[in-house]
C-alpha cells in the first residue's frame, strides 16, 4: 500500500498510434483484442489523421502501479516480436501508465515495475487526467499564462 494519495483510477496499456493504422491489423498481427480502438479520422481531436490501438488493465487506487505492468506484460509477451516490428514501421508503440491526479497526489514506480518496462524494451509514458481548478472557466485555466507573467517575482 502506498501512504500517501495516489493517482486514482491507474491503468497500465500497450498504446499503439499512427499515420494511417488500422485497428484490425493490429489486432490480426498481435493475435490480441484491444480495450480501445480508433480509426484515423481528420476530424479526431485527438491526433487528426491518426488511429490507436490499445490493450489496457486497471488497478485500484490504493495499489497504484503495482503489478499492473506485470499483467499487462503477461498478456503482450507472447507478441513482442511483432509489436518490435510494428515499432520499427514507424507507428509509435509504448506503455503508457495513466491515472487521475488530485491535489497532492503523487504515485511511486518501484524498481520492479522499472525492471519489467526495460526487459519489455518498450518507451514509457505517463499521462494523467485531471479535474479542472474550482471556479474555472476554460479547461486549460490551470495552465501558465503565455506572457510568461506567472515567472514574475
Excluded: Y
Excluded at 494511417?20 to 479520422?41: C, F, H, Q, V, Y
Excluded at 503508457?96 to 518496462?117: I, K, N, Q, W
Amino acid at each position: 500500500m502506498e501512504p500517501f494519495s495516489s493517482w486514482g483510477a491507474p491503468q497500465a496499456a500497450l498504446l499503439i498510434t499512427g499515420r494511417n493504422l488500422k485497428p484490425r491489423d493490429i489486432t490480426a498481427e498481435l493475435g490480441l483484442t484491444p480495450t480501445l480502438s480508433r480509426e484515423p479520422t481528420d476530424e479526431s481531436p485527438f491526433r487528426p489523421g491518426e488511429g490507436c490501438w490499445a490493450l489496457q488493465v486497471t488497478g485500484a487506487p490504493e495499489r497504484g502501479f503495482g503489478g499492473l505492468l506485470d499483467e499487462l506484460a503477461a498478456l503482450i509477451s507472447p507478441a513482442l516480436e511483432e509489436i518490435q516490428d510494428i515499432r520499427r514501421r514507424g507507428h509509435s508503440v509504448q506503455l503508457d501508465l495513466s491515472g487521475h491526479v488530485r491535489s497532492g497526489s503523487r504515485t511511486f514506480l518501484s524498481p520492479h515495475l522499472l525492471e519489467c518496462a526495460t526487459r519489455l524494451d518498450l518507451p514509457v509514458s505517463l499521462t494523467t487526467d485531471a479535474d479542472p481548478p474550482a471556479g474555472s472557466e476554460d479547461l486549460l485555466d490551470w495552465l501558465p499564462a503565455p506572457d510568461g507573467s506567472h515567472r514574475a517575482t
